[in-house]
């Protein structure tokens, strides 16, 4: 990339910040926590895209077989894996999971930017301690919201 300074002339040539030492724990927290968070956001968004895109190819079956006279257990089977797929869905989350995980995943993005940049709130002496709070406090973000969409939601009204 390059920039201009004041009026016309030859391209200055902008030079980025390199990232930290490669034994930084902090460094090394970021780039794997974003790997992770990347990759199962993929994972997550791949099965629940595969799971709806059954879903729909059996639902769409189900008014052809029942036009051919097909048995009632055939047309029934049909209706029961619908059932199971979206209850599959449901269960394991796919969609609040994938959608969860990718914005974990661009907001640490964001903040490795920031950081290689020198901005924002990297701009001062303490950039490095602001990029692992920061880091563990997006982390610690995304573990409560995942953990409240696992309690049992009697919990709260004191039920059991």
């Known amino acids: 990339m390059a920039r201009r300074e004041d009026g016309p002339g030859p391209l200055r040539p902008m030079e980025a910040v390199p ?27 791949r099965r629940y895209l595969w799971l709806k895109l059954l879903e729909l190819a059996i639902a769409a079956s189900l008014p052809v077989v029942a036009g051919m006279r ?21 269960l394991f989350q796919l969609q609040e999971q994938w959608i969860t995980y990718r914005s974990t995943a661009e907001a640490l993005k964001h903040e490795r930017y920031l950081y290689l940049a020198n901005a924002g709130p ?5 950039r490095h301690r602001q990029l692992a709070e920061r880091i563990e406090g997006l982390i610690s973000q995304e573990h ?14 004191g039920r059991r």
């Open 144 to 157: 409560a919201k995942w953990t409240a969409s696992r309690q049992d939601p009697r919990e709260g009204s």
């Open 122 to 126: 990297y701009a001062g002496e303490d």
């Open 70 to 90: 097909s048995p009632v257990w055939v047309t029934g089977g049909l209706a029961a894996v619908i059932v199971v797929l979206e209850g599959t869905q449901h």
């Open 19 to 45: 990232p930290p030492a490669a034994e930084d724990p902090t460094w090394e927290r970021l780039e794997a926590q974003l790997g992770w968070y990347d990759r199962n956001s993929g994972d997550n968004h």
